[in-house]
């Protein structure tokens, strides 16, 4: 029986989504071959929003920001959607009516709008990939749709759920535009703007164009019979409890969903103790998912022996979403089983005086691990020394790497140990993690800042006579503290840690990051969020001359503060004497393409990096199914050695069973660093 998703007559929009590394490009991919063969007169585009883009890794070809058709496939197209690009045509395209907007709210006192105008606007480059995927099937007189079905592969759940925020980001925007634009509508002859308005110009007709184009994305998203959200998962711990924070979410969003795929669930094959030990361990996790998703339809797909790329290899996979393959058993392919000359692993190369040191890469490949592993590594090499292992990742995945309650506060990870290998009495008292809430703090920060602005203009319009003007300003420094841009959160989740290193609270500091993309935005963030910060000062400063007011000054002094550390945050990302980047991948190619891609990144951005670690890799075995997984593995590392020569390539065995505690992570820590 087909899903909805494959066999809902009025379906416009499918969204895939979930954790890092579940396979969501590669459901999304085969779902689009399935709509385009259940829909011959249909036509089909599949669009990635993922900011570290793998749709053309998928497919075998290059995709870019321009529809391009698949072959074979007449009715299928794709695109990877390149936002900052959008957005500056957009601002060129509307560059009169921002003019005229800068000009009418040019009045004395008011934030300068010129700048917040002019501004990255935050959130509009991620909005614009929503206008862009709502601009693709949208049919009036004079523009035929250009799709009747769009796939949407998305980036991880964290920066997916913060892309669904955008609808209602984007009405705060626009509120900020209607205060600097009402003031002047109600007293046009007070400011000399050299403008006149006219109820319904060109800037109204702006306005009101964007509000709508916002709208209308708000009801695609929510419009049940036209989309549907499939999150992907597969059968481990950290992919279930993520999975469930995001279908509570997109019930809060009121975004449908039906159906959750299960990817790379194993069959049995034959006698191979280790396939055995994998399957055991996955059942138990599929007896978990059976139980807390029991209400949406499970399809599970399987681990293929070789990577599914290509359109042939998306054909089988298709096949399955199909329910043409009834077994999710698949034959190994013996031709894969030959294995290439790789050279020998090494041990990492961690130079002993950095003490900041930041584990980054695709999502799903086991990032936490390695960084929880390496927190066990240190805390155990040197007892004398304080080891802090954290995280910023919207979705926190210490805890369960641990086994144990973290949260946000400084936890010591020697409690609530019962595994027999540890001295019970001093099992690793130097060992501490933190998981930061970096959006509590976030909103925190918004909040206070909203209060203390409502505070102060209260009381100055309490000393003043006319108060008209004031309502205006207020409401635009009010709601100005919602745009903040992408990388203020990850601002006050390392506030935190400066402060513990300014303490010298620790000697080691581990920073599990959020997968590639928002790991970008993190290195990239600093010039952005210094931009927000100066704007929001100054715009305080002006009124500081009028209010003589203690938490007005306080709030300005908060904000250069921040300022001042986003500075140092830089400083200290950059410096190859305080920090480094381990970046972590698996042997796969979108993996290899992924890695190679940050890698060219963090150099460009000047962030120090020489160890890669290839994790899960398939250890040697006379199982069929094991030699041909390991035999186009070691090819992918062959690739990324090759591609890499100056890096220092790391291996890293799949284990039997999930890392998953301090024993667990104990023997990798072992096992990758002797």
């Known amino acids: ?65 321009h529809k391009v058709s698949v072959d074979g496939i007449p009715n299928l197209e ?16 509307h560059q009169k009516e921002i003019n005229e907007i800068i000009k009418r709210a040019g ?58 925020d955008m609808p209602q980001m984007m009405d705060e925007w626009m509120d900020v535009v209607d ?11 007070l400011y000399r703007s050299g403008s006149k308005y006219h109820e319904g110009d060109r800037v109204d007709q702006m306005v009101e164009k964007m509000r709508a184009d916002f709208k209308s994305v708000k009801e695609m998203l929510t419009h049940r019979e036209q989309t549907e959200f499939v999150p992907v ?3 481990e711990v950290m992919a279930i409890e993520e999975t469930g924070d995001l279908l509570r979410a997109l019930k809060d969003k009121q975004i449908q969903v039906n159906n959750i795929v299960i990817n790379r669930v194993r069959g049995s094959n034959g006698t191979c103790p280790f396939c055995a030990s994998k399957i055991a361990d996955q059942s138990e996790s599929i007896r978990e998912i059976e139980k807390a998703f029991e209400g949406y339809n499970l399809i599970k797909t399987p681990l293929f022996p070789y990577e599914v790329q290509g359109i042939s290899s998306l054909g089988k996979y298709a ?67 304080k080891v802090l292992i954290y995280s910023v990742d919207p979705a926190h995945s210490l805890a369960d790497s641990f086994a144990m309650e973290i949260g946000d506060k400084l936890t010591p990870i020697h409690q609530n140990l019962q595994s027999s290998i540890f001295n019970l009495q001093s099992p690793m008292p130097n060992l501490f993690a933190m998981e930061i809430d970096s959006g509590h703090l976030l909103h925190d920060f918004i909040e206070d800042y ?55 609270k620790f000697d080691w500091y581990i920073l599990d990051t959020a997968p590639t993309g928002h790991l970008l ?11 927000w910060l100066s704007r929001a000062y100054r715009s305080l400063v002006k009124y500081q001359v009028q209010i003589a007011l203690t938490n007005l000054k306080e709030l300005g002094n908060r904000i250069l503060k921040s300022t001042q550390l986003v500075n140092k945050i830089h400083d200290m990302l950059t410096n190859p004497e305080a920090s480094q980047l381990v970046t972590v991948t698996i042997p796969e190619a979108m993996g290899v393409e992924e890695t190679t891609r940050l890698i060219a990144s963090v150099k460009r951005l000047g962030v120090p990096c020489s160890n890669i670690f290839v994790n899960m890799v398939t250890p040697p075995s006379g199982c069929a199914f094991c030699s041909s997984k390991r035999g186009g593995e070691q090819r992918y590392i062959q690739k990324l050695s090759q591609k890499n020569p100056e890096y220092n390539i790391v291996q890293v065995p799949l284990f039997p069973n999930q890392i998953v505690g301090v024993e667990d992570l104990t023997r990798l820590s072992e096992m990758v660093y002797g």
């Open 521 to 531: 935005v993190l290195l990239e963030f600093p010039n952005l969020v210094r931009d």
């Open 78 to 93: 794709a695109l990877e959607i390149e936002p900052v690009p959008l957005l500056e045509v957009f601002k060129k395209k």
């Open 450 to 504: 909203r209060a203390i602005i409502r505070d102060a203009f209260d009381t100055w319009e309490s000393m003043r006579e006319t108060i008209t003007e004031l309502r205006f300003d207020r409401n635009v420094m009010a709601v100005f503290a919602r745009t903040v841009p992408p990388g203020m959160n990850e601002v006050f989740a390392l506030e935190k840690i400066t402060e513990f290193i300014n303490e010298k």
């Open 1 to 65: 029986m087909l899903p909805s998703f494959l066999s809902n007559e009025n379906l416009k929009l499918v969204i895939f989504g979930g954790k890092g590394g579940t396979g969501k490009t590669t459901s999304a991919a085969a779902s689009a071959l399935c709509l385009a063969k259940l829909n011959p007169s249909k036509k089909i585009l599949l669009i990635s929003s993922d900011p570290a883009h793998s749709v053309g890794d998928s497919l075998g070809r290059h995709i870019g920001p």
């Open 179 to 189: 205060q600097s634009l009402l003031k002047y509508k109600i007293h046009p002859r």
């Open 319 to 385: 096949d399955v979403l199909m329910d043409k393959i009834q077994t999710i058993e698949v034959e190994a392919n013996t031709n894969e089983s030959g294995v290439s000359q790789v050279p020998a692993t090494s041990r990492p190369s961690i130079d002993p005086d950095v003490k900041f040191v930041m584990f980054g890469g695709k999502g799903g490949v086991g990032k936490t691990s390695m960084a929880a592993a390496m927190a066990v590594h240190l805390a155990k090499t040197y007892p004398d020394q």
């Open 233 to 235: 998962l597969i059968p």
């Open 107 to 164: 009045f004395y006192g008011q934030i300068n709008v010129k700048e917040f105008l002019s501004f990255s606007l935050p959130g509009m480059d991620d909005m614009m990939i929503f206008l862009h995927v709502a601009d693709k099937y949208k049919y009036t007189w004079y523009q035929p749709q250009e799709a009747d079905i769009i796939v949407l592969d998305t980036a991880p759940t964290g920066h997916t759920l913060r892309l669904l």
